[in-house]
């Protein structure tokens, strides 16, 4: 349920910064483009599972990427 978290976080920031057309858009850095992607295979991923589909195997390594997320923090708050 923590996907839900991200998915809200997704939503603002592309209702705040815009999704594709400008300069500081959401799809202009490269973390947002990895969240992105992380988000977008959560929704399927819980698609999938509604549907009765869990056992497609290119959708468990995509389940790995959501380990990335933390990576993310740390590397954001390594400068501070």
Same mark, same amino acid.
């Given at each position: 349920m923590i *996907?839900?978290?991200?998915?809200?976080? /997704?939503?603002? +920031?592309?209702?705040?910064?815009? /999704?594709?057309?400008?300069? +500081?858009?959401?799809?202009?850095?490269?973390?947002?483009?990895?969240?992105?992607?992380?988000? /977008? /295979? *959560?929704?399927?991923?819980w698609i999938m599972d509604a549907a009765g589909l869990q056992d497609i195997s290119f959708v468990k390594g995509f389940r790995a990427l959501r380990a990335l997320r933390p990576l993310r923090m740390v590397s954001k708050n390594e400068g501070k």
């Open positions: *996907s839900i978290i991200f998915i809200i976080e /997704f939503l603002l +920031k592309i209702i705040v910064m815009g /999704f594709v057309v400008g300069p +500081k858009t959401y799809l202009h850095d490269a973390w947002n483009i990895l969240d992105f992607v992380i988000v /977008f /295979f *959560s929704v399927v991923n």
